[in-house]
């Protein structure tokens, strides 16, 4: 095993091997998982066209993983002979009952994960899972016998949505999140939220003069003392009720001095202390939540991603469970929002994602949010020859990491079939209003040749797009940078003029060459304010 990454890291590959290969015993400060499962659909990262609708673009990012298969009976397996007995005990308890069906298969291989989950995690460690009510029975159980029954710390429920059509069962608008500790020695920061309205009239029932609102709270506590704060004062003597003063007679003296004291007008009344909501840190945070929106469709935040989560729940989970600088880890990370939380909070991260495509958006996502950031991308090809090999291993794979290298859009999310010459799009504004499109087309195979570029020409004019984008393993004949020079350029009223093909090799892009567009900037709201134009650039994507 390799050691844990020093610094922020994001892996390509397997969750289950890279953490077995790269991540350390006791290593991990906190685990947040949203492991995708549903039988009736696959977990797809979407995209949406220009104008902000969702296109026919997609990736099923999990298709066919939670089938029961051979690798589903391999992690079985490999849960009977990792050691974990309770762990092992519960899995044969489920199956029994389960038999091999989806259901099986997903938490066949969950279990597994969850037993290297635990190991990694440090005794004050803790572990949120994040599901729906589809599994989420399930996955408790298996985290009881993973990390034992009485680590299980509270079952929170996110109110995901604010309403859901359905017709004959109560509208599903509910997430859960299983959390659990490693030990009790766990780090835990308890996090308040403000007063409500309606909290305040309640229980903040007094009101001064000037109408600020406050509350009688006991000056007494509990049981006896022989010190000061046992002592008489003001002639009441809270000995002989079997209590104590809170404070100090001579702090109590400059509480009543500054109107701090309510004087009940019984005579034989205890005062009581007057306290105002500013004094107090506010609600304690109950384990269900339904301040946090979810992300709105228009929201800037959204990177069409259908289970993206926003990224102050993480923020809520991760300044509860972790300090800055401790190491969180995402082992399904999907769209990144865990990192992004963990980046912003000054958190050490980990993100492991199975797709050349979600490893491309985060990081594109890293870098857009935190320009400055610093972090590492693992298990991607870092030469020609790592490219050459997982050309060798998984063309279409090959494909869609060649595509995330110039943050191109899959074509139907690059789903394996017939594309019409279509592999990717790169979308830009020449006036800073409307949409062009570049066709992108990835060959990973030894032999090219001039027929490609032809093909490419006829792609571009039949989807009337602008420039189409070439991208090549190999090195590209002379017949076909002579073709490619003969289709032209295209021309931008405000930029001038771009090859119409554009032939870029995976040494090209190694180099940080990539394609060549026009773009002007969309201003931000202040620069609209300030300027109240547009500024032009052009720029290699």
């Not at 696959?42 to 104008?51: E, G, I, M, R």
């Not at 291989?109 to 989950?117: K, P, W």
Request: aromatic content about 10%.
């Amino acid at each position: 095993m390799s050691g844990t990454p020093d610094g922020d890291a994001l892996f390509y590959g397997d969750n289950l091997d890279i953490l077995r290969n790269h991540i350390e015993d006791e290593s991990v400060d906190l685990v947040y998982l949203d492991p995708p499962f549903n039988s009736n659909a696959n977990y797809n990262v979407l995209f949406k066209s220009p104008d902000g609708s969702q296109s026919q673009s997609q990736i099923a990012a999990f298709d066919d993983t939670w089938h029961w298969t051979d690798s589903a009976e391999a992690a079985y397996d490999d849960v009977m002979r990792s050691g974990h007995s309770d762990a092992a005990e519960m899995l044969r308890a489920m199956r029994a009952v389960l038999k091999e069906n989806d259901m099986m298969a997903y938490l066949a291989m969950m279990a597994v994960r969850l037993i290297e989950l635990h190991r990694v995690l440090k005794p004050t460690g803790s572990l949120y899972l994040h599901c729906d009510p589809t599994a989420s029975h399930y996955l408790k159980i298996l985290l009881d016998a993973v990390f034992g029954v009485a680590n299980f710390t509270s079952e929170v429920i996110w109110k995901r949505t604010s309403a859901h059509s359905s017709a004959k069962r109560y509208g599903p608008v509910h997430d859960t999140i299983l959390y659990y500790r490693k030990s009790d020695s766990f780090y835990w920061h308890k996090i308040y939220q403000p007063y409500s309205d309606e909290y305040l009239e309640i229980f903040f029932d007094m009101k001064d003069a000037d109408g600020r609102r406050w509350k009688r709270s006991d000056l007494t506590g509990a049981d006896t003392r022989n010190g000061e704060t046992g002592q008489s004062w003001r002639g009441i003597d809270v000995t002989a009720k079997g209590r104590h003063w809170a404070y100090s007679p001579s702090y109590l003296e400059t509480l009543d001095k500054t109107g701090r004291i309510h004087w009940p007008k019984a005579a034989t009344g205890v005062p009581r202390l007057k306290q105002y909501p500013e004094d107090l840190p506010g609600i304690p945070l109950q384990d269900v939540w339904t301040d946090l929106r979810p992300i709105h469709n228009l929201s800037d935040e959204r990177l069409g991603y259908p289970t993206q989560k926003p990224v102050a729940l993480l923020e809520r989970i991760l300044k509860a469970s972790s300090n800055e600088g401790d190491l969180v880890l995402d082992p399904f990370c999907g769209c990144g929002t865990t990192i992004h939380a963990a980046e912003k909070l000054n958190r050490r991260w980990i993100g492991i994602d199975i797709t050349h495509l979600a490893v491309g958006l985060i990081r594109d996502r890293l870098m857009n949010a935190f320009p400055m950031a610093d972090f590492e991308v693992l298990g991607v090809p870092r030469d020609l020859a790592a490219a050459h090999e997982l050309a060798r291993a998984d063309k279409h794979e090959f494909q869609l990491w060649a595509l995330s290298m110039v943050s191109a859009q899959p074509y139907k999310g690059g789903r394996k079939g017939a594309d019409g010459g279509v592999d990717g799009y790169i979308w830009f504004q020449p006036d800073g209003r409307n949409h062009e499109k570049a066709i992108v087309s990835v060959k990973g195979g030894e032999n090219v040749d001039v027929k490609m570029i032809r093909d490419l020409i006829a792609t571009v004019d039949r989807e009337k797009a602008k420039v189409g984008i070439f991208i090549t393993l190999t090195e590209p004949t002379r017949p076909m940078k002579t073709e490619a020079a003969a289709a032209g350029f295209y021309e931008s009223p405000n930029h001038g003029r771009f090859a119409k093909i554009q032939i870029i090799t995976i040494e090209d892009l190694f180099n940080q060459q990539k394609p060549h567009l026009p773009w002007i900037a969309p201003p931000s709201k202040r620069a609209k304010r300030e300027k109240g134009k547009d500024s032009q650039i052009g720029f290699d994507l």
